[in-house]
Nanobody
Framework: QVHLVESGGGLVQAGDSLRLSCVDS????????KGWFRQSPGKERESVAA????????IYAGFVKDRFTISRGNAGNTLFLQMNNLKPEDTAVYHC????????????????WGQGMQVTVTS
């Protein structure tokens, strides 16, 4: 059963910003590590950013560092990804996901994820 629902994707131009949101309807996972991964046609999944459930630790892929910022809502069941200075190579379907810890997330070992939404960046 899908309990992660993403929103905020869309079509933008290079240099623009988008803010992705994810709501987790299952409060059981409020304290789990959550993050975002993306996938483009013909490419492997890429972990983008993640945040631990406690302590606020974060991890970012090198290709988005200093452009994207991950954050969680106070209630713990919402997750955001602020994406600035978007580039055409950021075009992908973005998914919200959970994992055991930050390292597992970065290695692609997600255990739940949402259906994803399209982000398209034109040049």
């Amino acid at each position: 059963q899908v309990h992660l629902v993403e929103s905020g994707g869309g079509l933008v131009q290079a240099g623009d910003s988008l803010r992705l949101s994810c709501v987790d309807s299952d409060v059981t996972f409020n304290h789990d590590t959550k993050g975002w991964f993306r996938q483009s046609p013909g490419k492997e999944r890429e972990s983008v950013a993640a945040m631990s459930g406690t302590g606020g630790g974060t991890i970012y892929a090198g290709f988005v560092k200093d452009r994207f910022t991950i954050s969680r809502g106070n209630a713990g069941n919402t997750l955001f990804l602020q994406m600035n200075n978007l580039k055409p190579e950021d075009t992908a379907v973005y998914h919200c996901a959970t994992a055991v810890d930050l390292n597992k997330f970065y290695q692609g070992e997600y255990f739940y994820w949402g259906q994803g939404m399209q982000v398209t960046v034109t040049s």
